[in-house]
C-alpha cells in the first residue's frame, strides 16, 4: 500500500530541493531537506515506495539533477502530475523514477491510499475506489527506465 | 524554399545537421554529435561521480569541447562550497580541460563572450542554457546523468521540437525593456506553455532588438517550459562577434539559416511590441504577471540587479543613468553584480561603478550572486527584492516567507531609489 504525497501547481526543482544543501557532502545528507518549504515533515514521514503526486508543470526551474536524485533517496519510484518539466521529466527517466502524466492528478488528495501497477499500465485509486489506466512509456525511454536509468544502462551496454 | 533546408525550421535545420540528416522532424528521436558542453560548480561535481562511478568511464571524450565555469558561489561562502570548487579544480586538472573559468562570470555570459557560435548545438547542466538561440545555436539545459553521457561519447538523444513562431512587431516604447517582453510571452503562454517546444523569435520587432536584448528574451524562455530558441542571426548577431573579435561569418549558413524564416511551424503568436508596457513577476511564480501600474508603491527591502539576464553593461548602463546623483531609499540594500569581468570592466572605464558606489549600492564581484539564493543578499522572513534576475520561487533567495519580484533594470534601480516598486519616470 503506498500513500499519496499531494503537492500543487508549478512545484519548482527549489522547492525539491533548495540551492543551499546542493553542496552538501552526499545526496542522502541533501534528502533530508527535501521538499521543506512545502511540508517540513516530508522527508521524515515519507515511506520507501510512497507516491508523490503533482498538478501542472511538476519539477520546473533548475536543471538540478539532485532534484530527482534526493526524491530516489527517499524511496520515490513514481510520480504522477498533470505535466512535467521538461528537463525534470528526462532526469528522472535517467534515474530510473517512473513520471506519469495523467489528468488523474487531479482527483487524488493528500494521503489517499494509491497502487500503481507497471504491468497493468494502471493507477488505483483505493480511498475513492477510482481506476485508471496510463499510457506506458515504450522503446528506448523503457529500456533506460527498465536498467534503473540512463548510467546503468550505458554501463550494461559496455558489459 | 532553397533545397537545402527541405522545409524545415531553423531549430531542425541545425539538429539535422548534427544528426547527419538531411531532413529531421519534430517529434523524432535522433542522435546528435554536441559542438560544446558546460557545467557549473552546482552541476558538475555530480556528473564526475555519475561518468566515472556509473557508467565506467573515466575520460571526457574531447576536452577541448567541454567547458567548466565557477559562478553559483564566487567566491566561495562557506567550508562546503570551498571543498566543492577545490574538487572541481582538480577534476579539470585530471581531465586536462582548459576552458576552466573560476571567477569570470556567470557561466551563460561568459558562454556568450568566449565560446558559442550560430549553427552550433550546445547542451549545459544548467537550464538556462536555452540562452544561445539568441545568435542562432541550438542550445538546451540537461541533468548531469545526461551530461555524463555527453562527456563519455560527444553524443546524446534529442526529441526534435516543435517550433512555437513569436511574431514581434513594432519597437518598444521609452522604459520598456526586454524583460518586460520575456514576462508577457511568460504570462501569455503560462509557465508550461511551451514545455518541450522551441521558441523561435521572428518578424519585424526582433531586427529592431540587439543581441543582448534578444539574449535576455531567450534566456527566459525556459520559464514557459521552452526546449530551445531561436533568433535567425543578422548582421546585428555579425557585428555583435565582430565586437568581441570572435568573427563568425559563415555566409552558406546564415543564408540557410534565413531561408528557414517561412517554414511551417506549430503555431504563431502575435506580439505587439508598441502596446507593451513595464510588468511585473509577483510571487512565487513567473507566470504571475501584473502590469506594473497595479501593484506600484508596495514597500521594498532588497533590489538587485544582475543575472544572466539582466548584468549585461547595456542593463548597468540604464541603471546607473536613473541613478546619478540621487541615493538608494533608507534602509534598502542594494546589490549590484555585473554579468562577467568583462562587463565589470567596461562599467569601470565608463564610470558607471562609481555611481552605484555613490548611491550606497553593494558591488559584487560577477557571478549569479543573488539571483540563485544560496549565496549573496539572502532575504529575511517578511522581507521583499524586486530583482532582474528569473526566478521568483519560494525561498529562492532566502527565507521561504519572503517574497520576489521579478522586473527590468530601469525599474529595478527606481524601485532601489524610491524604496518602494517605481515607474521609472518617478525618478527621472
Known sequence: MAVAWKFGDNIDTDQIIPSQYLVLPTIKDMAAHTMETQNPA??????????VVGEVNFGCGSSREQAPLVLKELGVRVIIALDFARIFFRNCINNGILPIEHPC????????????????????????????????????????????????????KKG | MSNNTNGMTATEYIIAQHANRDRVRPGEIVNVS???????????????????????????????????????????????TSRVQQQMAQFVDDQGIENFHTADGVCHQVMLEKYIYPGALILGADSHTCSYGSIGAVSSGIGSTDLAAIWASG??????????????????????????????????????????????????????????????ICNMAVEAGAKSTMVIPDQA?????????????????????????????????????????PQIACPH???????????????????????CTNGRIEDLREGAQLL???????????????????????????????????????????????????????????????????RNFKGRAGSPESEIYLASPAVVVASAIKGELSHPREVR
Request: hydrophobic letters at 40%; proline letters at 4%.
Open chain 1, 42 to 51: 516530508f522527508s521524515k514521514a515519507f515511506k520507501d515506495g510512497d507516491i
Open chain 1, 105 to 156: 492528478a487531479k482527483e487524488i488528495s493528500d494521503k489517499d491510499e494509491l497502487l500503481v501497477d507497471f504491468a497493468k499500465g494502471e493507477i488505483v485509486n483505493q480511498t475513492h475506489n477510482k481506476t485508471w489506466q496510463f499510457n506506458k512509456i515504450e522503446g528506448y525511454l523503457a529500456d533506460i527506465l527498465n536498467a534503473g536509468g540512463l548510467a546503468a544502462y550505458i554501463a550494461n
Open chain 2, 34 to 80: 554536441v559542438d560544446l558542453c558546460m557545467s557549473n560548480d552546482a552541476t558538475t561535481l555530480l556528473t564526475d561521480k555519475i561518468m566515472k562511478e556509473q557508467m565506467k568511464t573515466h575520460k571526457v571524450w574531447d576536452p577541448s569541447k567541454v567547458i567548466i565555469i565557477v559562478d553559483h558561489q564566487v567566491p566561495a561562502d562557506s567550508v562546503d
Open chain 2, 155 to 216: 553524443e546524446t538523444w534529442l526529441k526534435v521540437p516543435e517550433t512555437v513562431r513569436f511574431i514581434l512587431s513594432g519597437r518598444l516604447q521609452p522604459d520598456v525593456t526586454a524583460k518586460d517582453v520575456a514576462l508577457h510571452i511568460i504570462n501569455l503562454v503560462r509557465a508550461n506553455g511551451l514545455t518541450y517546444k522551441a521558441m523561435e523569435l521572428a518578424g519585424s520587432g526582433i531586427k529592431s532588438l540587439t543581441v543582448p536584448q534578444r539574449f535576455t
Open chain 2, 237 to 277: 548577431v555579425i557585428d555583435f562577434f565582430e565586437k568581441l573579435e570572435r568573427p563568425v561569418n559563415n555566409p552558406s549558413l546564415f543564408k540557410n539559416l534565413e531561408d528557414t524564416q517561412n517554414s511551417s511551424c506549430h503555431s504563431e503568436i502575435q506580439v505587439d511590441l508598441n502596446s507593451l508596457t
Open chain 2, 285 to 307: 511564480y513567473v507566470d504571475n504577471v501584473r502590469p506594473l501600474s497595479e501593484i506600484q508603491g508596495l514597500k521594498i527591502d532588497q533590489a538587485f540587479l544582475g543575472s
Open chain 2, 324 to 390: 546619478k546623483d540621487k541615493k538608494v531609499a533608507r534602509n534598502l540594500r542594494f546589490l549590484v553584480t555585473p554579468a562577467s569581468v568583462s562587463v565589470y570592466k567596461q562599467a569601470l572605464e565608463e564610470k558607471l561603478i562609481p555611481i552605484f558606489l555613490d548611491a550606497g549600492a553593494i558591488v559584487n564581484h560577477p557571478g549569479c550572486s543573488t539571483c540563485w539564493g544560496a549565496h549573496q543578499g539572502i532575504l529575511a522572513s517578511g522581507q521583499k527584492m524586486v530583482t532582474t534576475g528569473n
